[in-house]
């Protein structure tokens, strides 16, 4: 499965953004679907991920309220709206696919798009 990220840019605090991820290749094992940030010198962090059904969703405690996962099976794309942006939610943006929604981490991501980069200004 290949993924193509895109929707980053520069905002400023409090601004909103829409990441978006499109699946192409085999998506027929697309399970879940997931978003993940890496800052400057810091780990990959997982931030939010959707099951295939878009029922199940999780996210980092962080982000909870603010940012939101969705999916869209007929165009295999997932997104996440980010709202109320932050300073400290500056860093490159993952997507990812992964076999189960629950418990994605950067350990079991079975693809990984090429990351966009989100930057708040305050």
């Known amino acids: 499965v290949q993924l193509q990220a895109s929707g980053g840019g520069l905002v400023q605090v409090g601004g909103s953004l829409r990441l978006s991820c499109a699946a192409s290749?085999?998506?027929?094992?697309?399970?879940?679907m997931g978003w993940f940030r890496q800052a400057p010198g810091k780990a990959r962090e997982f931030m939010s991920a959707i099951s295939r059904s878009g029922i199940t969703t999780y996210y980092q405690d962080s982000v909870k309220g603010r940012f939101t996962i969705s999916r869209d099976n007929a165009k295999n794309t997932v997104y996440l709206q980010m709202n109320s942006l932050k300073p400290e939610d500056t860093a490159v943006y993952y997507c990812?696919?992964?076999?189960?929604?629950?418990?994605?981490?950067?350990?079991?991501?079975?693809?990984w798009g090429q990351g966009t980069l989100v930057t708040v200004s305050s």
């Open positions: 290749g085999n998506t027929f094992s697309v399970n879940a």
């Open positions: 990812a696919v992964g076999s189960s929604v629950v418990g994605m981490s950067t350990r079991n991501v079975a693809s």
